[in-house]
């Protein structure tokens, strides 16, 4: 497969991501830009001008009518997404970190970090009727979290922390219902499957796992070596897992470098074995999200890249031999 | 006599003029003619296919497309823009159940390994466990072998003349520099001078870019891009000699770390050959 290279950002990326349909993709780094493109092509629909930081964080609703994007500027900001617009800018007191839409497009997670003295946030909004209060403001106990997502139905908000330990906490109390520390090293990715009943985590100490969202059991690991930034589920014709990560080795100056050896590995998602890789970028991938069809994906990376892959057609009659 | 429109100085020498022509498959093929950097005349062919795809697509996706640009592409044609979007090189994922899935481009590294493994690499100036060329004493033990059997061909050299026989080539006529002191003196300034090692440049960089971005922290004495032989692509390092050291340390603090050209550039201290 050709991949296409999309370079629309000057430093790394931070995170990147689909809407429901797949058509665009939304890419933010590092630079204070936020980047959407036509996946399709990587033709560049547009830019969202506003930041003044480096934007962590971004996310579409299902409509694809907005967008939400969390910054190191200690704000977060709602778009238009047909024009670039911004409706809505909140301020905080330190820098945003995660941000997701809830299934029904009504309400907005969103994490802020802890530093000099204000306490880290999870902070739920309103985006029906745009306010600038939230709807609920919980200070989160314990070690910090650095990535959360809805679960199904908004009954639970799954959140990683910095620890290694994934914990659920209600939306309406702000209560850490449970935990479970699964990982070693903190938390760098968590994306759910299409219905929310399971998510896989990505973690610095070299390995994915799949958790199931009520229970927080372990249901399937998967060991790499290299530290994972993120990870994402195959939602269609193969049961697989992409993972991604990389350490930056500081002497790589011959060839490796310029070969781009920084790998997008795929694993089996049942029986834990690895597939595949696919290598190309120049640093280590920050971010993995995979077109809703199944037939893409994209990588973020280091290097600030945003590689696009369509699948040969060879990738969906493989059939793994046991 | 009729004045012609066309001066005859003003005519392109022989070369062709841009062809554009389409095969019976479709395929048009572009051949246009250009200067390049060194001078030299190019002759570029492209050839393209154009496929026209029909999707069908949702009835949102669809009215999405047809949005017109903003932000940074505000007022852009339709259609991808080679500035933000290229094709990369085709990648092969091979799936494969046995878990080999480690590319094996380290081979010809591995079969080197395999190979010195078996024998003792000795040098031949000092005897020591290195390649000859890559000996530390190669100035000073190496210098002496050679200059031994100079000194028998000097010797030998003069008595010819004398006699008138032969021709004897300059560096050999008695009186001439000693082997090696004149390359010595020119290499010795090369290395005293602050050098600094840029890498992870990408393909597309010449020297001019490097000396461009370089020149405004001092004099620079000579830029060397290390280029592939076969492409002439350049490999993703150079280095850079200034004058001045403090020139240099502030380039490489000033340099390293900084981005160019959608990669982050790493400068070093050169260490030298020794």
């Keep these: ?322 | 006599m009729p004045v012609s429109a066309t001066n005859w100085a003003d005519e392109v020498d022989g070369e062709d003029q841009p062809q554009t022509f389409t095969d019976a498959n479709g395929i048009t093929t572009i051949i246009e003619y250009r200067t390049n950097e060194d001078g030299k005349k190019v002759k570029v062919t492209r050839r393209t296919q154009k496929k026209l795809i029909h999707d069908v697509v949702n009835k949102a996706v669809a009215a999405r497309k047809k949005w017109p640009k903003f932000g940074k592409e505000k007022g852009n044609r339709p259609g991808p823009d080679p500035a933000t979007t290229n094709v990369g090189d085709n990648i092969k994922l091979k799936l494969s159940s046995t878990g080999d899935v480690v590319q094996d481009v380290d081979e010809k590294h591995e079969a080197m390994k395999a190979q010195l493994q078996n024998k003792k690499i000795l040098c031949r100036i000092c005897k020591g466990d290195h390649f000859t060329t890559k000996c530390p004493y190669k100035d000073s033990l190496g210098m002496e072998d050679a200059a031994a059997p100079a000194a028998a061909a000097e010797e030998a050299a003069p008595e010819e003349q004398q006699s008138g026989s032969k021709y004897i080539a300059p560096h050999m006529r008695a009186g001439a520099p000693a082997k090696g002191s004149d390359r010595d003196s020119m290499r010795e300034k090369r290395d005293e001078q602050p050098t600094l090692r840029v890498t992870n440049l990408s393909e597309d960089v010449t020297e001019a870019d490097v000396s461009e971005l370089f020149k405004r922290f001092g004099h620079i004495s000579r830029v060397f891009l290390a280029r592939d032989r076969e492409t002439n692509a350049c490999k993703g390092f150079a280095f850079v000699s200034f004058t001045m050291r403090e020139d240099a340390q502030r380039a490489l603090e000033a340099i390293d770390g900084r981005g160019y050209d959608n990669l982050i550039l790493r400068v070093e201290w050169a260490r030298s050959s020794a």
């Design chain 1, 1 to 322: 497969m050709r991949p296409i290279l999309l370079q629309g950002h000057e430093r790394s990326l931070t995170q990147i991501k689909y809407n429901r349909e797949g058509d665009l993709l939304f890419s933010v780094s590092k630079d204070h830009v936020v980047n959407a493109w036509f996946s399709h092509n990587g033709e560049r629909l547009g830019t969202y001008e506003g930041h003044i930081g480096a934007v962590w964080t971004v996310d579409v609703n299902s409509s694809s009518t907005l967008l939400i994007s969390g910054s190191a500027d200690n704000t977060a900001k709602l778009w238009d997404v047909s024009n670039g617009k911004c409706l809505k800018s909140w301020e905080f007191n330190t820098a945003v970190r995660c941000v997701q839409f809830s299934e029904d497009d009504k309400l907005v997670l969103l994490v802020t970090e802890p530093r000099m003295g204000f306490p880290a946030t999870l902070q739920i909004f309103n985006v029906e009727n745009v306010s600038s209060e939230p709807v609920h403001n919980f200070n989160p106990e314990g070690p910090k979290i650095t990535v959360a997502a809805w679960g199904a139905l908004n009954r639970y908000i799954v959140a990683g922390r910095e620890n290694g330990s994934v914990a659920l906490i209600d939306p309406k109390t702000g209560e850490c219902v449970s935990t479970n520390k699964v990982h070693e090293l903190t938390l760098t990715d968590l994306q759910m499957s299409s219905d929310r009943t399971y998510f896989v985590t990505a973690s610095k100490d070299k390995s994915a796992k799949i958790l199931e969202t009520e229970s927080l059991e372990v249901l399937k690991t998967y060991t790499t070596d290299t530290p994972l930034n993120s990870a994402a589920i195959m939602p269609k014709h193969q049961e697989f897992v992409v993972v991604g990560g990389g350490q930056e080795a500081m002497d790589v100056t011959t060839t490796s470098s310029r070969q781009g050896k920084f790998e997008c590995r795929f694993w089996h998602k049942i029986l834990e074995e690895e597939v595949g890789r696919v290598r190309g970028h120049f640093g280590p991938i920050n971010t993995i999200a995979i077109h809703p069809d199944g037939r893409s994906f994209a990588s973020g990376g280091e290097d600030g890249y945003v590689r696009v892959h369509h699948f040969d057609d060879d990738f969906f009659t493989f059939k793994f031999q046991i």
